[in-house]
T-cell receptor
Framework: NAGVMQNPRHLVRRRGQEARLRCSPV?????VYWYRQLPEEGLKFMVY????????ESGMPKERFSAEFPKEGPSILRIQQVVRGDSAAYFC?????????????FGEGSRLTVL | QKEVEQNSGPLSVPEGAIASLNCTYS??????FFWYRQYSGKSPELIMS????GDKEDGRFTAQLNKASQYVSLLIRDSQPSDSATYLC???????????FGTGTQLKVEL
């Protein structure tokens, strides 16, 4: 019974390149969340998606960042023209269709390093 | 003011002692709260949830919620070295779409 799968686990990019992070939720889960974690700063909410819909993107930077959760395939967090400040661990989490249970199942994270 | 606040620690307790972790929140509309544990380099995992005022016990863990004081706590009895981790407090804020986390409290249980 696979949990949340994220890839790549580690990604190195040079400034100005694009980073694409993928997340496959737990089978049967229709809600996906992306969080960013910096040392000493905890988990920062970025975006909440359901299949083919962005429900809440209040934590996403207005520029360079985008997220999708298509009908088929994994959720993608895309960062264009990366800068050093984008270096962080990006966690994806999923939850079942019943909302606000507070039980999010987290993936192991994708650690982005921008040189 | 942060929506969910925690003391970053580290909090050091001897093995076998009670560890007390605290959290305050600013959104009076928040109804339910959650404690996640995160080992270094790993992903967070849910260990406790609490939805109403008072205490909720699960094994060595007790969660406490005081909505009047906007205060949440987690007690860990008979602390073990394996409890050494960062503990994240979380609650639904801003109308309920997002689970907001505090910065976490690092707990160290010493032999």
């Amino acid at each position: 019974n696979a949990g949340v799968m994220q890839n790549p686990r580690h990604l190195v990019r040079r400034r100005g390149q694009e980073a694409r992070l993928r997340c496959s939720p737990v089978k049967g889960h229709s809600h996906v969340y992306w969080y960013r974690q910096l040392p000493e700063e905890g988990l920062k909410f970025m975006v909440y998606l359901q299949k083919e819909n962005i429900i809440d993107e209040s934590g996403m930077p207005k520029e360079r960042f985008s997220a999708e959760f298509p009908k088929e395939g994994p959720s993608i967090l895309r960062i264009q023209q990366v800068v050093r400040g984008d270096s962080a661990a990006y966690f994806c989490a999923s939850s079942p269709p019943s909302r606000m249970t507070g039980e999010l199942f987290f993936g192991e994270g994708s650690r982005l390093t921008v040189l | 003011q942060k929506e969910v606040e925690q003391n970053s620690g580290p909090l050091s307790v001897p093995e076998g002692a009670i560890a007390s972790l605290n959290c305050t929140y600013s959104d009076r509309g928040s109804q339910s709260f959650f404690w996640y544990r995160q080992y270094s380099g790993k992903s967070p995992e849910l260990i406790m949830s609490i939805y109403s005022n008072g205490d909720k016990e699960d094994g060595r863990f007790t969660a406490q919620l005081n909505k009047a004081s906007q205060y949440v706590s987690l007690l860990i009895r008979d602390s073990q070295p394996s409890d050494s981790a960062t503990y994240l407090c979380a609650g639904y804020t801003g109308g309920g779409n997002k689970l907001t986390f505090g910065t976490g409290t690092q707990l160290k249980v010493e032999l």
